[in-house]
Structures are given as C-alpha cells and as structure tokens.
C-alpha cells in the first residue's frame, strides 16, 4: 500500500452519465495529481493541485472536472465521455510539486459504453 | 517537455538472471526516477536519482546516471518472477518541477 486510495477501482458508465472519481492520501503530501493511462499509450498528465489550487490543466476537455476540496482529497467528475475516455485514471500525491517521488493510488478503470 | 525513452520496450528472462534497462532523455534534470507497474496497477516509486550522482543502489536494484550521455539504466539483480512488470523512467528537468513525463516503459517478464 502507497498511502493513496481510489475509489471506485472499476466504473462502467454511460456516455450520458455522470459520475465522479475519488482520490485519498494518508501521507500528509500537499500536491496531488490526476493522469490517464490508455492501452499502449504513455501515462498522460492530466491536473495538478499544489495547496489545493490547481496549478496544471494540461489541455484537458472540460468533460473532465477536478476538485481539491482539501490536501487529502481530490476528485474527478466526470460527464458526457466519450468511449476513447476508456482508461486507467491513477491519482497520485507528493510532499510539494519540486523535486520528489510522487505516490500512486491503484487507479480506476474506467469503461465508458 | 521532458519525456524519458525506455529501451528495450520488452525483456524477457529466466529468474535468476540480472535485467538491465536503459532510459535516454533529451535535456537538463533535476533528477530522474525510476518506477515499477504490475499490469492494471498503480506505479511504484523505485529510486530517484540526483543530477550530481553518478550510481545508486537500493536492495536489488543499481541505478547509473551519465548525464553526459542523458542515459540512465536499471538494473535488476538475481531477478525473481514477482518482478514481472513495466518499468518507467521519468526525468525531472530543470524548468520542469513537478511534471513528470512518462514514457512507454519496458515490460519485463521474468520465467520461473
């Protein structure tokens, strides 16, 4: 265990629904990240949250939408994806956003119909 | 951006043996870490290495940095079948702080 938890760890869902990721960390970290992880592509840097403010949108579709309501929690909401959205999402944290190792969650995968 | 190239993209060898993996990059880093993924999960951080260091070792694992180069490798030794995995390097550059840029990765089996 990492010290970072996502749930749910696997989600089917509509392209006209609308659900939401969970991320966690017990690691007292303040930066927390969202990537995406497709069938043979590289892992995707998706948001990054230094002290609860986003820092990074990295040309992301507004269909994805980040939340940071404290350094312990992020979410993703998701709404109206497309089935290219299918993937591996995997949350991570680090002790600021220079320099260290980040700590990854197990992921989400997500299937959208 | 920063992204490392991992070489080869696949190993496959019997337990027992060392695994050796090469990541190339392209500009000025911070640092550069390495990390471990079993299929579907979550990365593993493995080991980061400085700009201003030249090996590391944790366990069984050796690190080398040639920043001459912009080349690292991963060794692996007396590799076990639970060390099947996809590794990734990811360099940290110098203007790039926080972004790590994965790349595609080596995917090692390891044969009981």
């Known amino acids: 265990e990492t010290g970072v938890t996502q749930t749910p760890r696997h989600l089917v869902m509509g392209m006209t629904n609308k659900k939401s990721l969970k991320c966690e960390q017990h690691l007292g970290h303040n930066a927390m990240y969202w990537y995406k992880q497709s069938a043979k592509k590289p892992l995707e840097l998706m948001f990054v949250y230094s002290l609860e403010e986003r820092v990074e949108n990295n040309s992301v579709p507004s269909r994805f939408s980040p939340e940071c309501p404290n350094s312990s929690h992020l979410f993703l909401h998701l709404h109206t994806l497309q089935p290219e959205d299918s993937a591996l999402y995997l949350c991570?944290?680090?002790?600021?956003?220079?320099?260290?190792?980040?700590?990854f969650g197990p992921g989400t995968r997500l299937l959208v119909l | 951006s920063q992204q490392g190239e991992e070489d080869p993209q696949a190993l496959s060898i019997q337990e027992g043996e060392n695994a050796t993996m090469n990541c190339s990059y392209k500009?000025?880093?911070?640092?550069l870490q390495w990390y471990r993924q079993n299929s579907g999960r979550g990365l593993v951080h493995l080991i980061l290495i400085r700009s201003n260091e030249r090996e590391k070792h944790s366990g069984r694992l050796r690190v080398t940095l040639d920043t001459s180069k912009k080349s690292s490798s991963l060794l692996i030794t007396a590799s076990r079948a639970a060390d099947t995995a996809s590794y990734f390097c990811a360099p940290l550059g110098v203007d790039s702080s926080y972004k790590l840029i994965f790349g595609s990765g080596t995917r090692l089996l390891v044969r009981p």
């Open positions: 500009t000025s880093i911070n640092n």
């Open positions: 991570a944290s680090s002790q600021g956003t220079a320099l260290g190792p980040q700590y």
